[in-house]
Structures are given as structure tokens and as C-alpha cells.
């Protein structure tokens, strides 16, 4: 089945420190892959986009990078800030738009 | 509107109830998708509208669930004799015309069933 897979497991940094998230997926090859976070008790937010056509796209202290031969995404957030603090979600679309998304990866960042 | 938005915030219901959950979508934008998100899961799609019609029903988890939207804008999810296991975060997203867009969320309805 074609899955789309994030490392569950929490991971907590020290601020200041560049925080590194993955997203595996598996039996198929998505156009683009999009990234959002989640706050406690809110809806997810979009933070990027990327196509598989490039290689890495940034957006402020964010970089989101796609590897179509390891199969995979990587998210970067550099100079982390406790406000980074969150659930960060990777997530495919299917040709109706219909997203679906990883489990997530909590992302702690401590002063 | 500004955003999505979805009422109620929060429901309690008794198992066996029905249950009507609503989202208003960003004024303009034609699609509207449900998801699911329980306690320790990832989010799962549940139904997806274009305009009024459901072209892709092909989340919803049982026929106790069904889902309506009317003048292309507000649309309902309805939930019939809910049973504890619906207990979960119901969020509504739309986008302006469907397809592989960048997806707006609202901020969730959060239904416990007793």
C-alpha cells in the first residue's frame, strides 16, 4: 500500500539548534510533497511545498528538501526557537486534493 | 469569512446520539474536505465536495456517517447513533478549486462520546 511515513517518536532540541524532521514514503512517487504544523487544539497550517522537479525550497528559517531516489523529505528549521515548538505534518495529495499525511513528528525546543 | 470556521467547538454526546457538525469554508473556494483525527492518530481523510457534489466519499468508516453541502459553501457532517470510538477531532478544509492545493484548515470540532 502506498504510505507516507514520519518518525513518531518526539524530538527535542536545545534552541538555537537546527531542528531536522523526516518523511518517508513508500509504493509510489508523489508530484509534491507539502509540510504544516499543528498547535495544540488548532487545525494544521501549511509551510511549504515542494515538487519533485526541486530539489530543496526555503522560506525563511525553513527548508524542506525531496530526495525522489532515497524516497524522502526532509524538513529543516534552523536557529529553532521555543515558538517552533509543534507538531509538524508531511502530507501527499491525490488527484482530488484529498490530503493524506504522515503521523507527525512533536518537535520540543528548549531554552 | 477570514478563515474556515466549525461549530461547535466542542460536543459531548451519550453513545446512541446523532450528532451534526458544521464548517463554513473560506467564501470563494469550491472545495471542502472533511478529516478525522483521534487520540494518537494521524489525520484521515473522510469526504471531499466539489461545488455540492461528493465526488470521493471513500473515507467515511461507516454508513453512520454521511455528509451535505449546500450553495456550494456551508457544508454538515452528520454522525447517526454515535458509538465511543467517534470520539475524535473533526476538521474541515477547503481550497479554491480542488486539486493538489495547498489546503486551509479550520479549527476543529471536538466530539466525545460518553
Known amino acids: 500500500s502506498q504510505k507516507i511515513e514520519q518518525n513518531s517518536e518526539a524530538l527535542n532540541i536545545q534552541e538555537g539548534k537546527t531542528a531536522t524532521l523526516t518523511c518517508n514514503y513508500t509504493?509510489?512517487?508523489?508530484?509534491?510533497l507539502q509540510w504544516y504544523r499543528q498547535d495544540p487544539g488548532r487545525g494544521p497550517v501549511f509551510l511549504l511545498l515542494?515538487?519533485?522537479?526541486?530539489k530543496e525550497k526555503r522560506k525563511e528559517r525553513l527548508k524542506v528538501t525531496f530526495d525522489t531516489t532515497l524516497k524522502q523529505s526532509l524538513f529543516h528549521i534552523t536557529a529553532s526557537q521555543p515558538a517552533d515548538s509543534a507538531t509538524y505534518l508531511c502530507?501527499?495529495?491525490?488527484?482530488?486534493?484529498?490530503?493524506?499525511f504522515g503521523q507527525g513528528t512533536t518537535l520540543q525546543v528548549k531554552p | 469569512g477570514a478563515g474556515v470556521s466549525q461549530s461547535p467547538s466542542n460536543k459531548v454526546t451519550e453513545k446512541g446520539k446523532d450528532v451534526e457538525l458544521r464548517c463554513d469554508p473560506i467564501?470563494?473556494?469550491?472545495?471542502l474536505y472533511w478529516y478525522r483525527q483521534s487520540l494518537g492518530q494521524g489525520l484521515e481523510f473522510l469526504i471531499y465536495?466539489?461545488?455540492?457534489?461528493?465526488?470521493?466519499k471513500s473515507g467515511l468508516p461507516s454508513d453512520r456517517f454521511s455528509a451535505e453541502r449546500t450553495g456550494g459553501s456551508v457544508s454538515t457532517l452528520t454522525i447517526q447513533r454515535t458509538q465511543q470510538e467517534d470520539s475524535a477531532v473533526y476538521l474541515c478544509?477547503?481550497?479554491?478549486?480542488?486539486?493538489?492545493?495547498?489546503?486551509?484548515f479550520g479549527p476543529g470540532t471536538r466530539l466525545l462520546v460518553l
Open positions: 478544509a477547503s481550497t479554491e478549486a480542488g486539486g493538489q492545493e495547498t489546503q486551509y
Open positions: 465536495f466539489q461545488g455540492n457534489s461528493a465526488p470521493d
Open positions: 502530507a501527499r495529495a491525490s488527484n482530488t486534493g484529498k490530503l493524506i
Open positions: 467564501s470563494g473556494h469550491t472545495a
Open positions: 509504493n509510489y512517487s508523489p508530484a509534491y
Open positions: 515542494i515538487r519533485e522537479n526541486e
